[in-house]
T-cell receptor, first 111, second 115 residues
């Protein structure tokens, strides 16, 4: 059973701080990794994709991938109250297009 | 640009009733997916269609059927609804090619309650 694990939280950070969200996965052959943001009552929204080891930055978001450790993380710099949401980690499964989702980490950014 | 459109947005059924959830995408994606999301359970794949003309079971297919009507449309049918199927249902689509999976793009969801 291929698994994706996330700490459910809540992770609470003060406004302006760096939020660090972590995800581990079991399938060593995985090649594609995604972070989605889901506000309460809304659908998941793609915020980052990463395919290679290292860091990928997009605005205040940085995704980090370490395939050897089977670990992917998302850093949110200068966290804002509007960043308060559940963040879902998703890992590609083979070449079928299927994604395996973690259960999500709830982030609370306090003003 | 609508992306992925799901209908209806809300539905209440009685046990034993049937219904079809509709999904259409306008991004010319090959692959489409149906998920359910329950508290504490995350997103679970019900069925998927890697390309027009093909469908495959996901993690939780029991009690559901699907039809890939054409490249744009992928419907999910509950033949005899049960209270355990009360959930939020999401349709998603993606463009997949060689070199790894592409991201999936989600519709707004259907909130389904079965009494």
């Amino acid at each position: 059973q291929k698994e994706v694990e996330q700490n459910s939280g809540p992770l609470s950070v003060p406004e302006g701080a760096i939020a660090s969200l972590n995800c581990t996965y079991s399938d060593r052959g995985s090649q594609s990794f995604f972070w989605y943001r889901q506000y309460s009552g809304k659908s998941p929204e793609l915020i980052m994709s990463i395919y290679s080891n290292g860091d990928k930055e997009d605005g205040r978001f940085t995704a980090q991938l370490n395939k050897a450790s089977q670990y992917v993380s998302l850093l949110i710099r200068d966290s804002q109250p509007s960043d308060s949401a559940t963040y879902l980690c998703a890992v590609g499964s083979g070449n079928t297009g299927k994604l395996i989702f973690g259960q999500g980490t709830t982030l609370q950014v306090k003003p | 640009n609508a992306g992925v459109t799901q209908t209806p947005k809300f539905q209440v059924l009685k046990t034993g009733q049937s219904m079809t959830l509709q999904c259409a995408q306008d991004m010319n994606h090959n692959s489409m997916y149906w998920y359910r999301q329950d508290p504490g359970m995350g997103l679970r794949l019900i069925y998927y269609s890697a390309s027009e003309g093909t469908t495959d079971k996901g993690e939780v297919p029991n009690g559901y059927n699907v039809s890939r009507l054409n490249k744009r449309e992928f419907s999910l049918r509950l033949e005899s609804a049960a209270p355990s199927q009360t959930s939020v249902y999401f349709c998603a689509s993606s463009e997949n090619g060689a070199g790894g999976n592409q991201p999936q793009h989600f519709g707004d969801g259907t909130r389904l309650s079965i009494l």
